[in-house]
């Protein structure tokens, strides 16, 4: 496995523009959204559960769908970008 590089700080500006971009559309859905919004912080799964109380286990369970997030975390996750939960009309 390719080990993990650390972006510049170019490339965290331009993940958290085009993940802004991608919200203001309505086009973020778990659980891309999560993974994304950590690359956002140019955070390791381990830093990023560190921040929000969780594991690094809960985080890689969260990216890959195989885990059911309470409200309160995804609020957590959320609210270090700036983001509220809430409903988008569903494109047909």
Excluded: C, Y
Aim: proline share 4%; glycine share 8%.
């Amino acid at each position: 496995m390719a080990r993990w590089k650390k972006p510049t700080k170019e490339e965290i500006l331009e993940n958290r523009r085009r993940l802004a971009e991608r919200a203001r559309h309505g086009d973020l859905r778990l659980p891309d959204a999560v993974m994304e919004i950590r690359k956002g912080f140019g955070m390791t799964q381990e830093e990023f559960a560190k921040t929000l109380s969780l594991t690094r286990r809960q985080v890689a369970e969260i990216e890959s769908g195989m885990a059911n997030p309470t409200l309160e975390t995804l609020e957590k996750i959320g609210r270090l970008f700036g983001f509220g939960i809430g409903f988008v009309p569903k494109i047909s």
